[in-house]
């Protein structure tokens, strides 16, 4: 059974600080997606890796994917808190079935 | 713009009532699924339907049923509410392997 990890759960932080977030996943794949989601809000899609290696960047957020650890990082560069929100990582099964299977999902503060 | 269109943002139901949550896309995509969301919990999937009739559970289909009837639209279904089921409903659709596009959401609260 596929399960999806993500380190730390919640996180708080300063403006202008650095730090990497972490997705671990527990069986073959090579598909890993990230989203987003404000409070009250739905989630939106950030980042689809798709193989191996892929680094994927867009603003003050780079995501990676090392499907040989089976582990996905989402780096944050230079926080503002418009970063605040909570993000998700999603893998799919190898295999056939089409379903994603989510992680808890990271609580991101960015204070001041 | 690709579009997944929950009918309902909030609803409020009692204990026994039979609940419909509807769910449209206007993407064409083949795969749609029906998530819940609780803190602390992350999203669980309920239900998926990868074609019109088909459909296969997910992590958490006890007191759940759905139907696809027609490509554009999957419906959840609670036949008898409890207040267990009280929580954030997510619809969402894909396409093959892309990424997941989600509805607005529906809080559901069964008193």
């Known amino acids: 059974e596929l399960k999806v990890e993500q380190n730390p759960l919640f996180l708080s932080m300063q403006e202008g600080k650095n730090y990497t977030i972490y997705c671990n996943y527990s069986t073959t794949s090579d598909r890993l997606y990230w989203y987003r989601q404000d409070p009250g809000k739905s989630l939106e899609s950030l980042f689809v890796?798709?193989?191996?290696?892929a680094v994927k960047q867009e603003g003050r957020l780079m995501a990676s994917l090392d499907t040989k650890a089976r582990l996905s990082t989402l780096h944050i560069t230079a926080a503002v808190h418009d970063l605040s929100a909570t993000y998700f990582c999603a893998v799919d099964h190898q295999g056939g079935s089409e379903k994603l299977v989510f992680g808890k999902g990271m609580k991101l503060t960015v204070n001041p | 713009d690709v579009k997944v269109t929950q009918s309902s943002r909030y609803l409020v139901k009692r204990t026994g009532e039979k609940v419909f949550l509807e769910c449209v896309q206007d993407m064409d995509h083949e795969n749609m699924f029906w998530y819940r969301q609780d803190p602390g919990l992350g999203l669980r999937l309920i239900y998926f339907s990868y074609d019109v009739k088909m459909k296969e559970k997910g992590d958490i289909p006890e007191g759940y049923s759905v139907s696809r009837e027609k490509k554009e639209r999957f419906s959840l279904i609670l036949e008898s509410a409890s207040t267990n089921q009280t929580s954030m409903y997510l619809c969402?659709?894909?396409?093959?392997?892309?990424?997941?596009?989600f509805g607005s959401g529906t809080q559901l609260s069964v008193l």
């Open positions: 969402a659709s894909r396409q093959g392997w892309e990424k997941l596009f």
């Open positions: 890796l798709l193989s191996n290696g």
